[in-house]
């Protein structure tokens, strides 16, 4: 099993900027990428933001030129770093990991509002 815990999310004002952390611990020997996915309210969850342990990252078009994703060198660690934050970027954002399987983390509020 792999547990993911995140944390970073908050509210911020249109054009702030947050960080997300993602913290992958138990069995994580294997683990191939980790991503960020957000699910707003009345909405399906859509990714956001997918890194290989490879070192290749996707985005979605949304958010590209404003969103990275990036690991912590060696460990089991990923952030999203937010800019330029938009109402619509308000949702709910989880963080996945893909091993044997997908793992979800519990999902940690971000809400962009003046």
């Known amino acids: 099993q792999v547990q993911l815990v995140e944390s970073g999310g908050g509210l911020v004002q249109p054009g702030g900027s947050l960080r997300l952390s993602c913290a992958a611990s138990g069995r994580v020997f294997g683990i191939l990428g980790m991503g960020w996915y957000r699910q707003a309210p009345g909405k399906q969850r859509e990714l956001v933001a997918t890194l290989t342990f490879g070192g290749r990252t996707d985005y979605a078009d949304s958010v590209k030129g404003r969103f990275t994703i990036s690991r912590e060198n060696g460990k089991n660690t990923v952030y999203l770093q937010m800019n330029s934050l938009k109402p619509e970027d308000t949702a709910v954002y989880y963080c996945?990991?893909?091993?044997?399987?997908?793992?979800w983390g519990q999902g940690t509020q971000v809400t962009v509002s003046s």
């Open positions: 996945n990991a893909h091993k044997d399987g997908v793992y």
